[in-house]
T-cell receptor, first 112, second 114 residues
């Protein structure tokens, strides 16, 4: 699976959009981009995933560049409860790719 | 609709003992994966069960074993516990094994080894 690179930490003002970047320059054509977040002492929470097209759900939007080498997770109106570690994961299709490979993630702090 | 549930939430054991952790998948899910998360690190994949068989395994010793039951629930067993096994153990379930199927996590079992 392709490796991902994320900034270790970011701050965001409450009510503003939080834009979390992820670099996956070695991604291949059958690899999905997944985003999870983990709030202290809870399990990781699934946010969104995509292959090529931009995706939006009730939690966030995922913007994938045309060359697929990077993506951005957008939380449109960040709240204090969005403070968490955010993980960007690239996951390939195939029988031996059933695991989610977590890196260190980005620690997002939403400030009042 | 219940999500992934794990039991117990906390557990304290001593070195050399054995432990069994339990997981009930989200309703409708048939695949269960187990992860270990050490303090300050991201979760690490242990293994995945589908159709009551271990389908894929991460880089963990044979002391770590598992089982999946016909109702899709699962157990993680760890023998001969070491101090380094202290961690948060997470269970995740999904609908089949496909890469397009997100895994949904429980809140884990916090295992402490004395």
């Amino acid at each position: 699976d392709a490796k991902t690179t994320q900034p270790p930490s970011m701050d965001c003002a409450e009510g503003r959009a939080a834009n979390l970047p992820c670099n996956h320059s070695t991604i291949s054509g059958n690899e999905y981009v997944y985003w999870y977040r983990q709030i202290h002492s809870q399990g990781p929470q699934y946010i969104i995933h995509g292959l090529k097209n931009n995706e939006t759900n009730e939690m966030a939007s995922l913007i994938i560049t045309e060359d697929r080498k990077s993506s951005t997770l957008i939380l449109p109106h960040a709240t204090l409860r969005d403070t968490a570690v955010y993980y960007c994961i690239v996951r390939a299709a195939g029988d031996n790719n059933n695991d989610m490979r977590f890196g260190a993630g980005t620690r997002l702090t939403v400030k009042p | 609709d219940a999500g992934v549930t794990q039991s117990p939430t906390h557990l304290i054991k001593t070195r050399g003992q054995q432990v069994t952790l339990r997981c009930s998948p989200k309703s409708g899910h048939d695949t269960v994966s187990w992860y270990q998360q050490a303090l300050g690190q991201g979760p690490q994949f242990i293994f995945q069960y589908y159709e009551e068989e271990e389908r894929q395994r991460g880089n963990f010793p044979d002391r770590f074993s598992g089982h999946q039951f016909p109702n899709y629930s699962s157990e993680l067993n760890v023998n001969a516990l070491l101090l380094g096994d202290s961690a948060l153990y997470l269970c995740a379930s999904s609908l089949s094994q496909g890469a397009n199927q997100p895994q949904h996590f429980g809140d884990g079992t916090r295992l402490s080894i004395l």
